[in-house]
């Protein structure tokens, strides 16, 4: 379409006559929250609740400011910088329709690579009382061989020796604590929304190790003035794609250059635990609790590792999309297998959760046709999901000598999917912080020794040493090689 209008403030009204646009003042909004990472989920998640509360009118000291962190962010900073922020919020609905939105709670954005010194004054500033963090389960510098903060990390040697230009979050959040002591000013709160069980916790723990040998005396001014509520997201927002850019043009005449989509379902349940205050996301819909960390453990092992393991096993057999995969019936029938036999037990008592209906809404969710929700996105940077998605599940059965039966097959199926390649042939497109030495383990594996795949000691731990599962592994790795996926996905589940 040749007169589609460009998503910008100045077009705000026009566009508002197509979909339904910001009506509150976006220029009278306070910055009281900064977030980092500013990618899809973030844009279909806090930013969507705050946009909604904004919406409601009264409100108006929680805008956002959205710190791209990474230079791989660049492009979705540029689209934004150029859209004062906005963008189209697509709602892919079961039937198949769009609910579309322009959502307008971000209202400043800052590129860090080029500016660390804005965005250390940002964060430090006394407006901002909640910083919040989209950073992925990799972006927490843990090392599952040590147990520990990663110091190995080049990174994170560079922050401790240019603290006033930082790379990582850790140093960025140090140099603004400090700053934030030394002028008297308040304490605020940072709110992990990964998926990582405990992601409160895990980000203080994780903070105060770095600060803790960058700026020891600063340990105790966080411990006092920083909440670290622990917090569970959840909407899947897969990737977007040229056609969803084509489809809101030809659809809505609307020119986004970077707009989100992603399934109608919404969760947030959050910690009530606030240094300096907080957005009442309770009235559009997220929940406060007191412990938050059973329903984490719920959500990650059941759907995160479900999208693991229908990505993994989805990917050797060649589909391209998480929906292609779970209508194979085999492999839905895996996945639920896996879901009762290997998950369930290790959950104990979830109050008010139906459980069974979660986990058949999940089956339902990872169905949508119209999500396509790539493949390679789930399967990206499995090194850091495993540790949190599946490997705490095997722990403990292996602990209270349960099966681990699916679990090992699906681990068996990530060392085949780590050399590269389907069981077609086709080449697969692995991003992974780690994929060099997965291509290696994997190589090493699949030339007779199947257990040298665990030796990647920062993803399996202490695994290795494990007989039960090492032998587990070792059968079905072997398996895989001799009869193909799909026959072993079929045998464990007629098991
Ligand atoms: C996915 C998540 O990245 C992954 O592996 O499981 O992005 C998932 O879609 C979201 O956590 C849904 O809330």
Same mark, same amino acid.
């Given at each position: 379409?040749?007169?589609?209008?460009?998503?910008?403030?100045?077009?705000?009204?026009?566009?508002?006559?197509?979909?339904?646009?910001?009506?509150?003042?976006?220029?009278?909004?306070?910055?009281?929250?900064?977030?980092?990472?500013?990618?899809?989920?973030?844009?279909?998640?806090?930013?969507?609740?705050?946009?909604?509360?904004?919406?409601?009118?009264?409100?108006?000291?929680?805008?956002?400011?959205?710190?791209?962190?990474?230079?791989?962010?660049?492009?979705?900073?540029?689209?934004?910088?150029?859209?004062?922020?906005?963008?189209?919020?697509?709602?892919?609905?079961?039937?198949?329709?769009?609910?579309?939105?322009?959502?307008?709670?971000?209202?400043?954005?800052?590129?860090?690579?080029?500016?660390?010194?804005?965005?250390?004054?940002?964060?430090?500033?006394?407006?901002?009382?909640?910083?919040?963090?989209?950073?992925?389960?990799?972006?927490?510098?843990?090392?599952?061989?040590?147990?520990?903060?990663?110091?190995?990390?080049?990174?994170?040697?560079?922050?401790?020796?240019?603290?006033?230009?930082?790379?990582?979050?850790?140093?960025?959040?140090?140099?603004?604590?400090?700053?934030?002591?030394?002028?008297?000013?308040?304490?605020?709160?940072?709110?992990?929304?990964?998926?990582?069980?405990?992601?409160?916790?895990?980000?203080?723990? *994780?903070?105060?190790?770095?600060?803790?040998?960058?700026?020891?005396?600063?340990?105790?001014?966080?411990?006092?003035?920083?909440?670290?509520?622990?917090?569970?997201?959840?909407?899947?927002?897969?990737?977007?794609?040229?056609?969803?850019?084509?489809?809101?043009?030809?659809?809505?005449?609307?020119?986004?250059?970077?707009?989100?989509?992603?399934?109608?379902?919404?969760?947030?349940?959050?910690?009530?635990?606030?240094?300096?205050?907080?957005?009442?996301?309770?009235?559009?819909?997220?929940?406060?609790?007191?412990?938050?960390?059973?329903?984490?453990? *719920?959500?990650?092992?059941?759907?995160?590792?479900?999208?693991?393991?229908?990505?993994?096993?989805?990917?050797?057999?060649?589909?391209?999309?998480?929906?292609?995969?779970?209508?194979?019936?085999?492999?839905?029938?895996?996945?639920?297998?896996? *879901?009762?036999?290997?998950?369930?037990?290790?959950?104990?008592?979830?109050?008010?959760?139906?459980?069974?209906?979660?986990?058949?809404?999940?089956?339902?969710?990872?169905?949508?046709?119209?999500?396509?929700?790539?493949?390679?996105?789930?399967?990206?940077?499995?090194?850091?999901?495993?540790?949190?998605?599946?490997?705490?599940?095997?722990?403990?059965?292996?602990?209270?000598?349960?099966?681990?039966?699916?679990?090992?097959?699906?681990?068996?199926?990530?060392?085949?999917?780590?050399?590269?390649?389907?069981?077609?042939?086709?080449?697969?497109?692995?991003?992974?912080?780690?994929?060099?030495?997965?291509?290696?383990?994997?190589?090493?594996?699949?030339?007779?020794?199947?257990?040298?795949?665990?030796?990647?000691?920062?993803?399996?731990?202490?695994?290795?040493?494990?007989?039960?599962?090492?032998?587990?592994?070792?059968?079905?790795?072997?398996?895989?090689?001799?009869?193909?996926?799909?026959?072993?996905?079929?045998?464990?589940?007629?098991?």
């Amino acid at each position: 379409m040749n007169n589609s209008i460009k998503l910008n403030q100045k077009n705000l009204v026009e566009i508002a006559h197509k979909i339904p646009c910001p009506t509150y003042d976006r220029s009278k909004l306070k910055t009281g929250i900064v977030h980092v990472g500013i990618g899809g989920f973030h844009r279909a998640h806090e930013a969507f609740y705050t946009d909604r509360l904004l919406e409601d009118g009264s409100i108006t000291d929680w805008g956002i400011c959205g710190i791209a962190l990474l230079e791989f962010d660049t492009k979705i900073y540029n689209s934004l910088k150029e859209q004062d922020g906005l963008y189209t919020l697509i709602i892919k609905e079961l039937d198949g329709s769009h609910t579309k939105r322009v959502i307008g709670s971000i209202v400043e954005y800052l590129y860090a690579p080029e500016n660390p010194t804005t965005v250390i004054e940002k964060m430090a500033s006394s407006e901002v009382k909640i910083i919040t963090l989209t950073i992925t389960e990799g972006g927490y510098n843990y090392s599952e061989a040590t147990q520990s903060f990663d110091f190995t990390n080049p990174n994170i040697q560079y922050d401790l020796k240019h603290p006033e230009a930082p790379k990582t979050i850790f140093g960025y959040l140090t140099q603004a604590f400090k700053l934030r002591k030394e002028r008297g000013l308040e304490g605020c709160t940072l709110q992990s929304c990964d998926n990582i069980q405990g992601n409160g916790h895990m980000a203080k723990r *994780m903070l105060l190790s770095y600060v803790q040998k960058a700026e020891p005396e600063l340990v105790s001014w966080i411990e006092t003035h920083v909440a670290f509520p622990n917090s569970m997201v959840d909407r899947i927002t897969p990737a977007t794609s040229a056609a969803d850019i084509e489809n809101l043009k030809a659809s809505s005449g609307i020119d986004d250059a970077w707009p989100v989509v992603c399934e109608p379902f919404k969760q947030w349940v959050i910690e009530d635990d606030f240094t300096a205050g907080r957005p009442a996301w309770e009235t559009v819909g997220a929940q406060f609790v007191e412990d938050v960390v059973p329903y984490e453990k *719920m959500k990650l092992s059941l759907l995160n590792a479900g999208h693991t393991v229908l990505g993994i096993i989805g990917a050797l057999m060649g589909y391209d999309t998480i929906d292609e995969s779970v209508h194979n019936p085999q492999i839905s029938a895996f996945l639920k297998n896996y *879901m009762d036999i290997e998950v369930t037990p290790t959950l104990g008592a979830l109050e008010g959760v139906d459980l069974d209906g979660y986990k058949k809404s999940l089956l339902e969710r990872f169905g949508n046709i119209n999500i396509k929700d790539q493949i390679d996105r789930i399967c990206s940077e499995s090194s850091a999901k495993f540790p949190i998605f599946v490997l705490p599940t095997v722990n403990t059965n292996l602990e209270k000598k349960g099966s681990i039966a699916f679990a090992s097959l699906v681990i068996a199926a990530w060392a085949m999917y780590s050399i590269g390649k389907d069981e077609n042939g086709k080449a697969l497109n692995i991003k992974d912080a780690m994929k060099s030495i997965l291509n290696e383990k994997g190589l090493a594996a699949s030339t007779g020794d199947p257990k040298a795949f665990l030796e990647i000691e920062t993803v399996f731990g202490k695994l290795k040493d494990s007989p039960t599962f090492v032998a587990a592994f070792t059968k079905a790795y072997k398996n895989i090689a001799e009869k193909g996926i799909a026959t072993c996905v079929v045998e464990q589940n007629n098991k």
